[in-house]
């Protein structure tokens, strides 16, 4: 019988790679199909290889749902006043909604996928350090945003996967509520900083697979931040954060440093005279093409361990908050073990395409771990994810999905 192959483009932007795909293969709005693959898996490498056409997408839209009254300030520079910042805790977010593509794959030893979603920029400006010439002074951009024009941070995306216990079990509720379950709000007694919504289980010894991927914080080790979420004994209060990560070195640093006789706030390291970067490696650090800030002056002049000074006050312009092109970056980096830890084992090659992430994914089904989930084949199992769009916590949801591993 000859099939009929018809070319088309991702569902989710219009300049990514064509695929030729079987028109016989069908889509699903919930059912992610993961089969093995007949021939040799894609290359890892971020690039849509044809043996992606054997997969059948999970095509759907995530969606930015309110979350709740903040209660108190999230921003330092908001001093406590809370009419500065939007009510609910995903303003100005709320209701952005994205389409997303996701295939999948495996070749009996690795799990593969492939994520597509709508994003036309490629957001790398996170909490970048400007200079405030009215109070003489660094700050940071927000972490937060409190308006539609007050976004200064990196896209991200997450998965969660059930943990099943010693007796095979998932996570009570998991697999009608999937994240949902992990997602408690109204929290009590939230101090500065604290969010009344916070991620923990609801009974002890369950636990959750928690994928987070930085990009400008996983640059360097290529993977997501695998972590995982945990029952917390102060459950119910602000304090609680179940959020934890597995074992294996930090991917980064905040590049931040307080001037012990000054007591003023600054960039840790820098690179002078470097415009429009947004993070700083460890290679960079360690051959001296980034500075060590050792003081911060009244004035706001820097000190860098080579004896040069960086005087923001002779180009206010360049270190201007929103756009000053000699910003510093608010992290510096690391491999962090790339692709060799627990933490650093689910890998990921990602490519912005100009209107949307074309981003694989490879992890082992079983990597060992006890924090991590495992995929069996010919086992089903409830999942969601999350796209953050150039936000911190802004983000959009697709739960109630089911993830099939063929044998």
Not at 252 to 263: E, L, V
Request: some cysteine.
């Amino acid at each position: 019988m000859l099939v009929s192959l018809v070319s088309i483009t991702s569902c989710t932007h219009d300049d990514a790679e064509y695929v030729t795909i079987d028109p016989g293969i069908g889509e699903s709005s919930n059912v992610l199909l993961v089969k093995k693959f007949t021939t040799a898996p894609p290359v890892f490498d971020g690039e849509i290889d044809e043996v992606w056409a054997e997969a059948q997408p999970l095509v759907n839209r995530a969606t930015v749902l309110a979350a709740g009254d903040r209660m108190i300030t999230l921003n330092g520079s908001s001093n406590g006043d809370l009419s500065v910042e939007p009510t609910d805790l995903m303003d100005p977010y709320t209701g952005e909604s994205y389409k997303y593509s996701l295939r999948g794959g495996h070749d009996g030893e690795y799990l593969y996928l492939l994520f597509e979603y709508e994003d036309d920029t490629d957001s790398r400006d996170r909490q970048s350090w400007f200079f405030d010439p009215s109070t003489n002074t660094w700050k940071g951009e927000n972490k937060y945003a409190n308006h539609k024009n007050d976004k200064w941070y990196e896209d991200k995306f997450s998965f969660m996967f059930p943990i099943k216990d010693g007796n095979g079990n998932v996570p009570a509720g998991w697999a009608n509520g999937t994240c949902t379950i992990t997602c408690h709000g109204g929290l009590a007694d939230p101090q500065p900083g604290e969010k009344v919504t916070r991620h923990y289980m609801a009974n002890d010894g369950e636990l959750v697979d928690f994928w987070h991927w930085k990009r400008n914080r996983n640059v360097l080790s290529q993977s997501v931040d695998d972590g995982y979420i945990q029952y917390e004994d102060d459950e119910g209060y602000a304090s609680a954060n179940g959020r934890k990560t597995d074992e294996g070195d930090k991917m980064y640093g905040t590049n931040s440093f307080t001037d012990p006789n000054t007591g003023l706030k600054g960039p840790k390291y820098v690179i002078k005279n470097m415009e429009e970067y947004f993070w700083i490696t460890d290679s960079q650090i360690a051959d001296g093409t980034a500075q060590l800030v050792t003081g911060v002056a009244a004035d706001g002049v820097l000190t860098l361990n080579n004896g040069d000074t960086i005087d923001p006050n002779d180009n206010l312009v360049a270190y201007s908050q929103g756009f000053g092109v000699k910003r510093f970056p608010s992290v510096y980096i690391n491999p962090a073990g790339a692709g060799s830890t627990y933490r650093t084992d689910t890998q990921v090659r990602a490519i912005h395409v100009g209107s949307g992430w074309q981003i694989e994914i490879k992890r082992k089904l079983n990597t060992g771990d006890p924090t991590d989930a495992v995929f069996n084949p010919g086992e089903s199992m409830a999942f969601g994810l999350t796209i953050f769009n150039n936000a911190a916590i802004g983000h959009a949801q697709s739960n109630f999905l089911t993830l099939e591993i063929q044998n």
